[in-house]
């Protein structure tokens, strides 16, 4: 499995976890929000007299169809925000990743790019301390025993951005951070993703 289809797999992991706490509170804040106004119809319709008694039903329906209004965008807003959730969350744990598993990410994604094999390669700040010349000087060597060239480069800078690389070489900047990888995963698997976390509230 290469460091994509593990980004994709961490994706639905975070969605299965969250589906089950993210449906009960988007449904128990649906429920108060329906008894509230509902409460408070049924003390209207109290205080009204006989004469009022239509009124004070067309009152509640309006009301009652208004709760639910203002329910349903509650239930989108914690969809909207659940969704980012998910996708902002996998950066951050694959970020946390034990230093090994870290690096055979890493190792696995440069080696399967499509290298010309003398890049630069550009690693994270909060990186410094894994992804060092000595992981640089062994993943040359991978190159070479493939066949490859193996002279990637690293870069004296580092990258403001949360964890992968950026390749730089051949008048060509390569985006392999975690931020534009799951970016562009977004769009393949964001309704995926919603299926699994709201489907039972569709």
């Not at 409460?39 to 009022?52: S, V």
């Not at 700040?125 to 193996?150: A, P, S, T």
């Not at 403001?160 to 931020?179: D, M, P, T, Y």
Request: aromatic share 4%; proline share 1%; hydrophobic share 40%.
């Amino acid at each position: 499995m290469d460091g994509i289809d593990k980004i994709k797999q961490r994706i639905l992991e975070d969605a299965r976890q969250e589906a089950e706490r993210i449906i009960k509170s988007a449904e128990e804040k649906a429920e108060e929000i329906k008894k509230a106004k509902a409460d408070e119809a049924g003390r209207l319709k109290k205080r009204l007299t006989e004469q009022n008694i239509e009124a004070a039903r067309e009152h509640k329906r309006r009301m009652l169809v208004s709760a639910q209004l203002e329910m349903k965008k509650k239930v989108l807003a914690v969809k909207r925000d659940m969704i980012e959730a998910v996708f902002a969350g996998v950066i951050e744990r694959i970020s946390r990743m034990p230093d090994d598993q870290y690096r055979e990410v890493i190792a696995s994604m440069l080696l399967n790019a499509p290298l010309q094999g003398d890049e630069e390669v550009l690693f994270s700040v909060y990186d410094e301390h894994r992804l060092d010349q000595d992981f640089l000087d062994y993943i040359n060597e991978q190159l070479k025993k493939q066949g490859r060239n193996g002279r990637l480069r690293l870069s004296p800078d580092r990258g403001q951005f949360k964890a992968g690389f950026i390749l730089r070489g051949h008048k060509v900047e390569i985006n392999c951070s975690f931020e534009a990888i799951v970016r562009a995963l977004r769009a393949e698997m964001e309704s995926q993703v919603a299926e699994m976390l709201f489907g039972e509230l569709s």
